[in-house]
């Protein structure tokens, strides 16, 4: 643990004289990005692609549906599909302000990397929950060290960056918890067609959502469609798009000044009533008063 823990100390160092204020920055190295907060936020609505978290300085929670995911300074957080989540620092100041690292990775370098490692892909039964949390292990720690480093010597990031990446998910693959990624990786596994299921909903969530052709595309009945997609991602496909739906629409009236009924016909409601209704329980506030919360809040 004091080994991780100077790593951790190193990265603090690196990602401090990179970043003097709170916020999120992608780095030169592909895929990487800092993020800095100095208080203890409110719950953030946020989409999460598939990455690889790790803090190096404060606690955060992330909710799935109704799962809750602490972690800290002596774990990591794996999201192997898209998700949408809620997130929110649980400690941080401004002496010590939460300080962290993002590594997204596409489908495609988890499953080359899986067949290289077993070229008799084991496909299992067990559907994988989307999204976990595991305590990290010096070899992991050393190879994100590695990367990290690589902001501090561009010259190096073209030939370096896809080495030390692939390594670093060469050891989550072969730690504890490497199983349930793996599985998202292997075709006809059970975690692979419901991330089918779910890269679909996300590529079409402003279109009316047809379960049955869903459930023929992966060739499994409905109701096994909606078992193992909720015991993947913690909620029904309805649900999911719901999400997505919403959050899409809160973006689009705070960023782009968006009207609510004008919103709502954009990401696929017919009704503006249902749409109030909808956002009021998720967000809290029907969506002129939110937008309205939010703008004051970040002015």
Same mark, same amino acid.
Request: aromatic fraction near 10%.
């Given at each position: ?23 999120? *920055? ?68 401004? /002496? ?6 993002? $590594? /997204? ?21 067990? *559907? ?7 305590? +990290?292990?010096? !070899? ?35 730690? !504890? ?16 067609? +419901? ?5 679909? +909903?996300?590529?079409?969530?402003? =279109?009316?959502?047809?379960?049955? /052709? $869903?459930?023929?595309?992966?060739? +499994? ?9 909720? /015991? ?6 309805? =649900? ?25 016909? =954009? ?21 002129? *008063? ?10």
């Amino acid at each position: 643990m004091e080994k991780i823990a100077e790593y951790q100390q190193k990265i603090v160092d690196i990602i401090s004289r990179h970043m003097e204020n709170d916020g999120a *920055k992608s780095t030169s190295v592909p895929s990487l990005f800092f993020l800095r907060q100095s208080y203890i936020n409110e719950p953030q609505y946020l989409f999460f692609r598939p990455s690889l978290c790790v803090i190096v300085q404060g606690e955060k929670e992330i909710c799935l549906a109704e799962n809750y995911f602490r972690y800290g300074q002596a774990d990591y957080l794996i999201s192997s599909i898209g998700l949408p989540v809620t997130g929110q620092v649980t400690q941080a100041s401004k /002496e010590n302000p939460y300080l962290s690292l993002k $590594l /997204e990775f596409e489908p495609n370098q988890i499953t080359d990397l899986v067949y290289d490692i077993d070229k008799e892909e084991r496909v299992s039964k067990k *559907k994988n929950r989307a999204m976990y949390v595991g305590s +990290i292990e010096l !070899r992991l720690m050393e190879a994100i060290y590695r990367l990290v480093q690589l902001v501090d010597t561009p010259e190096d990031i073209a030939i370096l960056a896809p080495v030390y990446t692939r390594e670093i998910f060469y050891r989550v693959l072969m730690g !504890r918890y490497g199983e349930a990624l793996r599985q998202f990786a292997i075709k006809d596994s059970c975690s692979y067609k +419901i991330r089918e299921v779910v890269k679909a +909903i996300t590529e079409n969530y402003n =279109q009316v959502l047809h379960v049955c /052709e $869903l459930a023929q595309k992966i060739n +499994i009945s409905v109701p096994t469609l909606h078992r193992q997609f909720k /015991e993947v991602t913690s909620m029904s496909p309805l =649900q999911f798009q719901k999400h997505l739906r919403l959050r899409q629409a809160r973006q689009l009236m705070l960023v782009e000044s968006m009207d609510a009924a004008s919103a709502a016909f =954009q990401v696929g409601y017919e009704s503006p009533s249902q749409f109030s209704r909808e956002y009021s329980r998720l967000f809290g506030s029907p969506p002129v *008063k939110d937008i309205q919360h939010l703008k004051l809040r970040y002015v």
